[in-house]
RNA sequence: GCCGGUGUAGCUCAGGGGUAGAGCAGCUGAUUCGUAAUCAGCAGGUCGCGGGUUCGAAUCCCAUCGCCGGCUCCA
């Protein structure tokens, strides 16, 4: 979300008291045209405020305009803040005589966390429970830089149990050129978002017809698949992964085995029943690599076993979650399941990160990406009960952050049902968080599966688990990437890398060797002969974002040569063939992400 | 799934009760051109789908589907 660039703390608490009087504003303007209306909460955020309203009638965009309208009457008459404090019994007295049920509701909370007193704010007939801070009067509220943006529904406490609230979205900032430039920013990610450039780029496509959330890969869709493919299985294979390849149906069973259909069947399709026997489309590959490891009787030797697949794998979603190719029912996860001896498992973590590590940096998503370490919080059912292994887990998992310095955020709720998670989380051009890469120190499967190993000893011992992606779900890294570069992808992963744009049909001759020559490299490379001009040929492959354009008139014919532009430099240079040739390929083999086989800044 | 918005040609959009329009893309022809749109012509839509109101619906109403933003959820 927009951040000003250089924005001091005492700014930024400043800006943040400004946008949260601008959220009682709202509501005081609210409450004048809808006296019913009942409050919720109204905090500062990112770009602005909102405020949660209960209303029989939710609000529509029609009614901002009034709104918006009262507010800056409200304001020019110059109300001031005050702030007076009351107990606890009295508060809520006050409120409940009010109507306000959902304040009465906080006030009740803050009562409960040993609170004596709680604070309101006064603005002009309005009142609001809140701790504030806020600015003295509404003359210091900037309101050239302010708008109310959207409306959208909420549920009170983002509990979807309890009654949706109408929230009314608006944007707030110190100057109205602050407030064009996020305006004029949101339009910059409206460009850039995966969704738009993968139909511009024509990389993808969803169909009503096949479903939606079911995303199809065009030729050049894949050809960036199957680069992140190649990449990401050589690499695996380098570091002592066993890539294996596992059904995506299984019986209803193993899954009962897992837990799986205890704790994860909201996210799983219904049964298909064959024969008598249910069997469910996978939504997680681990059931199917641990039976690959139970299959034969293992020693502490041949640990850690690393079991890699990019496997297809479907879970349910409501439709209303469903976004492009980030989130998705069908999709293809680089998985990995290392077994491995209990006293190993931070080795093994080690090396996990060290490889997402790797794959980020090799990706250019390094500076975007930041880690989380999601646990359990205080929703039991959603999780294995077993709390001394989810303590010894998740104390691992702290300690092996601390050692590697990661720096992760500590967001409880967010583990998997089975184990305490690593997230390599980024945001959307449209500043929603996901995650990337996800890694897990699994306490439950090995022992619902009884998975042993033999130890030095002669014993039985159980395994411990880590699931790992490396790469992430394909479908979501690739809009990742397309949204970060805007489409202009690294070379190794664009669908065309090289273009040859010949001027007249007498060099197309010329034209069709110098394609030859590059593709017998590997490169991927197009030929434009169409009887147009070179103006627009150029147009067009910039448009396409190709990495180089290589030109080819009757002197590059005669010379052997070719005039090369470099899509990041927008520069161009005259070199021959061969050298320009073992140039790109020497970039695309490295992965490089700098083009600089011609046109060189 | 819930709340709000939206759906007109492949794409971007105009039109808002009297049975459809532009630019680009496409096709045909001419142009052979040195780094971001050569010119001309042609073709293209039961206005998301289904009901209703009306003499008449792309336009108004209802329902439904898709898409967008948010909530919830999540790789």
């Not at 930041?370 to 709390?387: G, T, V």
């Not at 990041?568 to 061969?578: A, E, M």
């Given at each position: 979300?927009?951040?000003?660039?250089?924005?001091?703390?005492?700014?930024?608490?400043?800006?943040?008291?400004?946008?949260?009087?601008?959220s009682?504003?709202?509501?005081?303007?609210?409450q004048?045209?809808?006296?019913e209306?009942?409050?919720?909460?109204?905090?500062?955020?990112?770009?602005g405020?909102y405020?949660?309203?209960l209303v029989d009638q939710?609000?529509?965009?029609a009614d901002?305009k009034e709104?918006?309208?009262?507010?800056?009457k409200?304001?020019?008459?110059k109300?001031a803040?005050?702030?007076?404090?009351?107990?606890?019994?009295?508060?809520k007295?006050?409120l409940a005589?009010?109507?306000?049920a959902?304040?009465?509701?906080l006030?009740?909370?803050?009562?409960?966390?040993?609170?004596?007193?709680?604070?309101?704010?006064?603005?002009?007939?309005f009142?609001?429970l809140?701790?504030?801070?806020?600015?003295?009067?509404?003359?210091?509220?900037?309101?050239?830089?302010?708008?109310?943006?959207r409306?959208?529904?909420?549920?009170w406490?983002g509990d979807?149990?309890?009654?949706?609230l109408s929230?009314?979205?608006?944007?707030?900032f110190l100057?109205p050129?602050d407030?064009?430039?996020?305006i004029?920013?949101?339009?910059?990610a409206?460009?850039?978002?995966?969704?738009?450039l993968?139909k511009?780029?024509?990389l993808?496509?969803?169909?009503?017809d096949?479903?939606k959330g079911?995303p199809?890969?065009t030729d050049?869709?894949?050809?960036?698949r199957?680069?992140?493919?190649?990449?990401?299985v050589?690499?695996e294979?380098?570091?002592?992964?066993l890539?294996?390849?596992t059904p995506i149906?299984?019986?209803?069973h193993l899954?009962?085995?897992?837990?799986?259909w205890?704790?994860?069947?909201?996210?799983?399709?219904?049964?298909i029943?064959?024969d008598?026997?249910d069997y469910?489309?996978?939504?997680?590959t681990?059931?199917h690599?641990f039976?690959?490891?139970?299959?034969?009787?293992r020693?502490?030797r041949?640990l850690?076993?690393?079991?890699?697949?990019?496997?297809?794998?479907?879970?349910?979603e409501?439709?209303?979650?469903?976004t492009?190719l980030?989130?998705?029912?069908?999709f293809?996860?680089?998985?990995?399941?290392i077994?491995?001896k209990?006293?190993?498992?931070?080795p093994v973590?080690?090396e996990?990160?060290?490889?997402?590590?790797?794959v980020?940096e090799t990706?250019?998503l390094?500076e975007?990406c930041?880690y989380?370490?999601?646990?359990?919080?205080?929703?039991?059912?959603?999780?294995i009960?077993?709390?001394?292994s989810?303590?010894?887990?998740e104390?691992?998992m702290?300690?092996i952050c601390?050692?590697?310095?990661?720096d992760?955020?500590?967001?409880?709720?967010?583990?998997?049902?089975?184990?305490?998670k690593l997230?390599?989380q980024m945001?959307?051009?449209?500043?929603?968080?996901?995650t990337?890469f996800?890694n897990?120190i699994?306490?439950?499967?090995?022992?619902?599966?009884?998975?042993?190993?033999?130890?030095e000893d002669?014993?039985?011992?159980?395994?411990?688990?880590?699931?790992?992606?490396s790469?992430?779900?394909?479908?979501?890294t690739?809009?990742f990437?397309?949204e970060?570069?805007?489409?202009?992808?690294p070379?190794?992963?664009?669908?065309?890398?090289?273009k040859?744009?010949?001027?007249?049909?007498?060099?197309?001759?010329y034209?069709?060797?110098?394609?030859?020559?590059l593709?017998?490299?590997g490169?991927?490379?197009?030929?434009?002969?169409?009887k147009?001009?070179?103006?627009?040929?150029?147009?067009?492959?910039?448009?396409?974002?190709?990495p180089?354009?290589?030109?080819?008139?009757?002197?590059?014919?005669l010379?052997?040569?070719?005039?090369?532009?470099?899509r990041?430099?927008?520069r161009?240079?005259t070199l021959?063939?061969?050298?320009f040739?073992?140039?790109?390929?020497?970039?695309h083999a490295?992965?490089?992400r700098?083009?600089?086989a011609a046109?060189?800044?």
């Amino acid at each position: 979300m927009y951040q000003h660039p250089t924005m001091d703390p005492q700014t930024q608490e400043r800006l943040s008291t400004i946008r949260h009087s601008f959220s009682h504003l709202l509501a005081a303007a609210v409450q004048q045209m809808r006296p019913e209306a009942k409050l919720g909460i109204g905090p500062a955020i990112d770009d602005g405020f909102y405020y949660d309203f209960l209303v029989d009638q939710p609000f529509s965009l029609a009614d901002l305009k009034e709104i918006e309208k009262r507010m800056r009457k409200l304001a020019g008459r110059k109300l001031a803040f005050s702030q007076s404090s009351m107990g606890m019994a009295e508060a809520k007295a006050l409120l409940a005589g009010q109507g306000e049920a959902l304040k009465v509701e906080l006030v009740e909370d803050l009562a409960s966390q040993g609170e004596t007193e709680v604070s309101f704010y006064q603005l002009g007939d309005f009142s609001d429970l809140c701790k504030g801070p806020h600015v003295a009067g509404t003359q210091e509220l900037p309101l050239k830089a302010f708008k109310l943006d959207r409306v959208a529904g909420a549920y009170w406490r983002g509990d979807e149990k309890r009654p949706m609230l109408s929230r009314i979205y608006g944007l707030a900032f110190l100057t109205p050129e602050d407030l064009a430039a996020h305006i004029e920013q949101r339009e910059e990610a409206e460009r850039r978002d995966h969704r738009k450039l993968g139909k511009e780029m024509d990389l993808f496509v969803i169909s009503p017809d096949v479903g939606k959330g079911l995303p199809m890969f065009t030729d050049k869709g894949t050809t960036i698949r199957r680069a992140l493919e190649r990449f990401i299985v050589d690499e695996e294979l380098k570091r002592g992964y066993l890539h294996v390849q596992t059904p995506i149906l299984g019986r209803k069973h193993l899954y009962e085995i897992s837990g799986h259909w205890e704790h994860y069947q909201d996210s799983m399709y219904p049964p298909i029943n064959v024969d008598g026997e249910d069997y469910v489309l996978r939504p997680m590959t681990c059931p199917h690599h641990f039976m690959l490891y139970a299959a034969r009787p293992r020693s502490y030797r041949e640990l850690p076993v690393r079991y890699a697949e990019i496997s297809p794998m479907y879970r349910k979603e409501r439709s209303g979650e469903l976004t492009g190719l980030i989130r998705v029912m069908g999709f293809h996860l680089a998985d990995a399941h290392i077994f491995c001896k209990p006293e190993d498992v931070k080795p093994v973590f080690r090396e996990v990160v060290d490889l997402i590590g790797f794959v980020m940096e090799t990706l250019g998503l390094a500076e975007r990406c930041w880690y989380r370490l999601s646990l359990r919080d205080d929703h039991k059912e959603k999780y294995i009960d077993a709390p001394e292994s989810w303590a010894r887990a998740e104390k691992d998992m702290r300690e092996i952050c601390e050692e590697l310095k990661l720096d992760a955020q500590v967001e409880p709720g967010h583990a998997a049902f089975y184990g305490p998670k690593l997230d390599v989380q980024m945001a959307t051009v449209g500043g929603r968080e996901e995650t990337l890469f996800t890694n897990q120190i699994d306490i439950a499967l090995a022992q619902r599966f009884h998975l042993e190993y033999i130890a030095e000893d002669g014993s039985r011992r159980m395994p411990w688990v880590v699931h790992r992606s490396s790469i992430g779900c394909l479908e979501r890294t690739i809009a990742f990437l397309v949204e970060h570069y805007a489409g202009a992808l690294p070379l190794w992963m664009m669908p065309v890398q090289v273009k040859v744009l010949p001027i007249t049909d007498e060099q197309a001759p010329y034209a069709a060797q110098v394609k030859a020559q590059l593709e017998a490299l590997g490169l991927r490379v197009e030929l434009d002969d169409r009887k147009e001009t070179l103006n627009r040929k150029v147009r067009e492959a910039k448009m396409q974002k190709i990495p180089y354009l290589c030109v080819v008139g009757s002197r590059e014919a005669l010379e052997g040569t070719v005039t090369a532009t470099n899509r990041d430099t927008d520069r161009k240079s005259t070199l021959p063939l061969d050298q320009f040739a073992a140039a790109v390929l020497k970039e695309h083999a490295a992965r490089s992400r700098v083009l600089a086989a011609a046109g060189a800044a």
